[in-house]
Every structure is written in structure tokens, then in C-alpha cells.
């Protein structure tokens, strides 16, 4: 039996009306009930005079009934012509005027469309629209050559909620993290990527996932009837099918080929761009979005001033905001803010990827069918940073600013310790781990890349705080953590190397300590880390004894950095007040990066008891405890850098003198000047190496296409922040040169 399209038949005179069924529109209302609520124009509306109606017809323009077009004092029936109208259409001023925007020069007024029940505000241009139904535009909106643009009656706008009479089946989920859709969450138009962090981690807890179902149901109602929206003074042009759109002020919107159950932020937050090509669907578009040429996005959510582009392919995921994704595919991801992924044919899948992220080319981050079953994942910390073609296998998990270098890594990996260069020696078989590196051999590219992350977060309404210093709560406990890592795993050696038998972890943690603060060369010893890599080769940490000493330091520096800027800020007129706000006893608290904001342990733990116990009982409230977390982020973080520093010094500040306080400041400037030192003598390699100038004629050559070292901007800035810095210190020594 061949199948056959359903075709129905329909009187004519029915067009434009009906759009909500009657069971759906309650007691008293009629099917315009939702229209007039949502109509903000203020327009006061009339019926068409008989002579307006007769330049209408002249114009070669038609109506099921005239009397259901209703226009305001300012209408001109002029600039109507060669319409179909059908249903209740409403029109505001329209003026012999043109509306002019970038290359496009096009006159006010409704032009060769057939419009279906819509509500037009003053001096609109709609020029060559197939077919537009239930939609309210805005002023000085433009529409031109646009084939299909509709709203059904059950619209969601890309939000992951049912109408009135739908089943459950219809609904749209996000599934993040995973392909089997066992993290899966409901994208809604306002979702942080705190709130798709906390969703899709905390799977056990079946309450807190049914109060998450249950806040975004409450954000929308389930009535039937809503129309699609153009914000004002956007512009669409060039357009093949947009379906149950809804459009904010300012956007532009041109040659996309299909946009379909979307909702696209734009306003003065952000003016939004969908650009050629581009097909979009089941979507939220955060303000000051740029999507264009090609992109296929569907399932999705991009956070506001994010980017996809040349390409891309977006499915299953959310993309944090200020990050960039072009010329490859991603899928089932959560990605936090600040995430580089533009070039060809990279490709990351099932993956959680915690901010201030750049995938290079070729990368694929998801070879997760090593198993039985489409359930691999991976997680890394903020920094991550996969090299030229690195082959990553699923399940893996990485600390904070690991960096790959090229190669296919054949199995599951876990590096617990941040700032490591992960390698493969393959003329020996083994994985390689350099820790420390970026501080030893890249300080460059990591401060860099700190101060640029920074600039370029154009968030308007910063709800989470975002951290973005390499130097935090979050990368601090990891460095602890290594330290005991490197010393168990320099205890083993040494022991392994004596033939000395079996020791307790205690033990080798004690004599990997006692080995890596003492001043013995440590260079003919292997030092070999286990579980870091699912395999049965050798997984070689090397620079050990560096990593150790520069991490200590660093660990100082967060700390004495935070006790500076507490000093500076505070103005404490002798060491007994400032003793006293110290706390007498402290420990490191845990941190959780929640979507690129730093949140402790302990509050995490708060906000979920607050949301299974109804005190916090919206994503509103969630959006409240967000900010109040950053509002207290600083102090916080201060009492964590002095936990920290009292650990790892063995000192009570509480307790020390002026004079301790003062070589702690000397302290942190020798650091401080060490830290500039390493970040120009990591850019200097790109002026020394012969392998760099060996494609230049001469320096001079060089020194045009690289600019000259000495004109670094970013040194240079440095520099000056450091004079600044020495200043400050000098400032604050005589500060407390006469204290009591």
C-alpha cells in the first residue's frame, strides 16, 4: 500500500482564524486572548475608512474581510500594495519614508506578502514575504525576501516545555555530557551554564532533578496561543523558512536557510547576527550572539556573546559565553565561558569542558566507542588545551590547564596535576607528564591568555561571576594535591631504585617530600606515576624537583597576593586590629567550578539543600544565590589564600610580627618579578630560535611581520604593572614601618 501526504481541505474564509482550538481557550476569552496580552505597542487602532479601502483594492491588494484590518491615525494606504491579508491584521503609522540599514535601502510599507493575522508597529518594511502568519513586529522593522514565516499555536520558542494537550514525547531535551542521554537537561531561555552544570552532574539526586523539571516548567504556562515576536528595528532579509521564532530588538538576520523553534536574544545586551546559511533548530541565542555561514545547530544553547561560524556544527550541547566554536562539530558538550575552537575539522563529543579552553586542529575529543556502549565522557578543568591532532579516548578526566601535545593517546587517561604538559615518547612507549610546565617553559601564553579572557567576557548582566586568573581557589587545591602526588610518586621510585621492599604510602609520601626539598640531584631517577593512563606502559613524570619548587612558590605567591591586596584595601592602623580580622584557625575549603564560577564545597551543598527544602524554589532564586556567591567570592577566596599560605609556610598569621609581614611583601615581589621575567623570556624564544627565523630574510624582516620584542604590547603592559606594583609595595611597607 503506498503512502500518500495528508492533504486537507479548509473553506477560505477560515484562514487566519481558529489558531487556537476552542477547548483550549478559556471561559470568556476568544482565540486573541494571548495576542492582546502580549501587543506592547500602546497603538491605539481603528477600522479602514471607505476611501482607504478603496486605494487597498486599486493597489491591487485583497481581504477576506475589510473589516479586520485595523490601522492606526498615521496609516497611509498607499504604501500597502499587492497584498493578501487574511484574519485580524493590525498596522501601525506608516510614512513615505525609506528605512536604510548597512547596503540596504528599502521604503516603509507592505509590499507583494500574504500576512496571516499579524500586528504591525510604525514605519515597518514587508517586502516579499511568502508567506507570514501570527506574528507582532516591531518599529521600523525590515522584512524582505523572506519565503515562510509562521508561529503554530503550540510554539515553545526553543524552550524545553509542552503546551496544553501535547504528550510528553514532544518535549526537547538538551543531552549534555553524554550521548545515552543520561545527564539530559531542559534548556530554557535564561539558562546559565551553572544551572546546566548542577542539572547534569548531580544525577543521584532524584529530588533535586524533579525540582530542576519543576522551576522550568514554572517559568512558562502551557497555553496555547502565543505569537512569534520581532523586536524592534531588527532586520530579516534573504530568508528561506522561520518557524515559531521569537526575535528581540536589534538583530539581523540574513540568507539563513531554515530557523526553526528559537528564541534569539538581541538588545541592547547584545545585538545578535544570524548570518548565510545557516540552519538553527530547537535553540536559545543569547544576547550578542554571532552564528553564520553554514552553521547546523540543533538541541542547543549559546550563552551570550558567543560565536559559531564557517561551518560549525552544534548539536546536543551548550556553549558557554565569549567562546568561539567554527569549522567543526560539536556534540552532547558542556562548555563553559571561555572556550576556542576554530579550526577545521576538530571535533569534540560527550564532553565537559570547564572554561578557557582551545581546541587545536584535527583534535577529536571523543573517541568514546571503545566500549560496549555510547557512554563515555570527559571532563577537563578550565585551560584545557589539546594540541595538533590529539586523539583523546572516553572516559577521561583532566585537571586544570593540561596542555597535549600531538599524538593518538590509545587509552583512557586521568592527570590529576594542572599546568602539565602531557606527551608520548614513542620511540619508548610511554606517556610522559611534565608538571609545572606552563609556569617553567610558557608563562607567556598563561598570563596572556588570563588577561584575555577578561577583556573579552562582554557580558552586560554578569549573574556568576566568572574567575578566570590561573592563580584561584579551584587550581590552588589541585597544586596541593599534586605535591602529594609527586611525593608519593618520588617515594616509590627511590625505594623501587634501592630494592628496599614494599612501603606504606605514608612512608613514601614522607621520603618523596624529604627528596624534593632537599637539594640532592634527582636527575638519574624515574619517576613513575601509576593510573594515570589505562595501559600497561609507563607513565614518566619528568622536572619533577622543578614543578615541586615552583609550585610551592606559586602557592606563596596566591597567598601573599591576597594578603597584599587585603592590606592595601583595608587600611588597618596597627598589627593588633589586622591580627584580629584574621581568622585564628583555617582550613582550605573544597571549590567547584559551577559553570565558570568558583563556588565552595559547602555552598554548593547549601543550594541544593535550599532547593529540595522550597527556599530556593525558581531559577531566579538560583540566579540570586549565583550573584550573592560573587559578591562574597572575594572574601572568601581571601580566607581560602590564607589557609593556604599558613599550610604550606607553617605559619599562623595571627601571630607574626611586622617584620615577618614585611619579608613576606619582599617575598612576593621577588616572585612577582620572576613571573615577568619568565613571561618575556618565553616570547623571546619566538626572536632566538633559528628554527623561528629561519623563514625571515633578515631582522629587520622579522621584526615587521612579528613587531619588535621591546614593543610588545602585552610585556610592555606588564612591565608598567609591575613598576605600578612596586610602588604599591613600597606605599604599603611605609604603612606598616609605623605600626606598633
Known sequence: MSMQNIIKKTPVSALGYGFVPDEYIPAGEDEYYLREMQDKSGIDYRRLTSYEIEVLVRNRNTSDDWNQILVSDSFNAELVKNCKFFGLVRIGKLEPVCLNFSDLKTPVGLYNSTIVSCDFGDNVVVDNVGYLSHYIIGNEVILVNVNEMVTTNHAKFGNGIIKDGEKEQVRIWMELCNENGGRRVLPFNGMLAGDAFLWSRYRDDEALMEKFISFTELKFNKKRGYYGKVGHRTVVKNCAIIKDVWIGNDAYIKGANKLKNLTINSGEEGRSQIGE?????????????????????VRFITAPHSQLKYGARLINSYLGSNATISCCEVLNSLIFPGHE????????????????????AGATIGSNHNSRGNDGELIAGRGFWPGLCVSLKHNSKFASFTIIAKGDYPAEMHIPIPFSLVSQNESRDELTVMPAYWFLY??????????????????????????YDYLAPDTINEIFDSLLHLSECTGRAFYAAANEGKKTKEEMIRKGKELLSGKKDLAGLEIIAPDFENSRRKTVLVKVKEAWTVFHRMIRYYGISQLFDQLRSENFASLKEWQASVPKTSARSSWINAGGQLMTGESIAALKTGIRQGTVASWDDVHMFYEKEGTAYTAQKRLHAFAALEEIGGIALNKITVVQLSDLLLEMTDTREWMVEQITASRKKDYTSPFRKMVYETEKEMEEVLGKLEENPFILGQRADLQEFHGQVKDLQATLSNWK
Open 442 to 467: 610558557n608563562m607567556y601564553a598563561l598570563a596572556r591568555n588570563s588577561h584575555k579572557y577578561n577583556d573579552r567576557d562582554k557580558r552586560v548582566e554578569k549573574i556568576q561571576r566568572l574567575e
Open 341 to 360: 575552537q576554530h579550526h577545521n575539522n576538530s571535533f569534540l563529543c560527550a564532553a565537559m569542558i570547564m572554561g578557557q579552553s582551545n581546541m587545536a
Open 277 to 297: 546559511g545557516c540552519e538553527l533548530v530547537n535553540g536559545i541565542i543569547g544576547y550578542g550572539c554571532r552564528i553564520f555561514y553554514g552553521v547546523k545547530a
